[in-house]
């Protein structure tokens, strides 16, 4: 394994900075309300770190509210630090994740990329992989909408996005989440997150994916 697990180990969730020329960091960065999403983005940690040269940065942002233009908490009261534009522009690759909000992302982690246009004006993120992952209640709650609707805004900052193919074998075995357009998880009514077999498979799967082709790409 490369480094900690999202850098959580001794508390810190500062990954390992690059070690060497062709490390690729990877940001996970999410939003959760009640763990479901933090949990996948955990997996997704997991198969990061398991590539030879890569490693996990784990970030989530604050919620946003009818003063969401108050400054936000800077810090958050538990958990990995709120993201911010250079944790963008320092890691290598980007894994995005957000519980579905009628079929799309939630508005906190929309907030967070309408504040990226600065990094679309440089061409900060062209050229680096992307994927994404979400959360529903129900099985055909907008899963693969809200994962497109993460897409769209990569895709006009021209990252490279990356997806789950049918190779892996959990996307036939799964009968919950995971999809060829990214990770998912059902939460169905359960209060606290328990991620079938599959779909951790698959969220290991995505980040595993992101980051072998950051350290592909680091290579030249
Ligand atoms: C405002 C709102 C809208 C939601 N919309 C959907 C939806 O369209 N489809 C769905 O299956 N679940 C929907 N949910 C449920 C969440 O997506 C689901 O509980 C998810 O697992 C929460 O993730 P989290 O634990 O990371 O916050 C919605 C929840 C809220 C609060």
């Not at 890569?54 to 969401?68: D, G």
Request: proline letters at 7%; a neutral charge.
């Amino acid at each position: 394994m490369a480094g900690s697990l999202c850098g959580t180990v001794g508390g810190r969730y500062t990954a390992h900075r690059a070690e060497n020329l062709h490390m690729a960091e990877i940001l996970v960065l999410y939003y959760s309300r009640s763990g479901a999403t933090a949990e996948l983005a955990r997996q997704v940690c997991r198969g990061i770190e398991a590539v030879a040269d890569a490693t996990a940065r784990l970030r989530t942002v604050p919620p946003v509210s009818a003063e969401s233009e108050a400054p936000a908490r800077p810090v958050p009261a538990s958990g990995p630090p709120y993201a911010t534009l250079d944790d963008l522009r320092e890691t290598q690759g980007l894994v995005l994740g957000s519980p579905t909000r009628f079929g799309n992302m939630a508005a906190p982690l929309k907030h967070f990329l309408d504040g990226t246009a600065s990094l679309w004006l440089s061409g900060g993120l062209a050229g680096k992989p992307a994927g994404v992952f979400t959360a529903t209640q129900t099985m055909h709650g907008g899963q693969e909408t809200t994962l497109v609707s993460m897409m769209l805004p990569l895709l006009h900052h021209g990252m490279y996005i990356v997806g789950l193919p049918y190779t892996e074998r959990a996307l036939s075995d799964t009968r919950a989440g995971g999809t060829p357009y990214g990770a998912s998880y059902v939460s169905g009514a359960n209060a606290a997150p328990a991620l079938t077999d599959p779909e951790k498979a698959l969220a290991q799967a995505l980040g595993r994916r992101v980051a072998a082709l950051a350290v592909q790409l680091s290579r030249g």
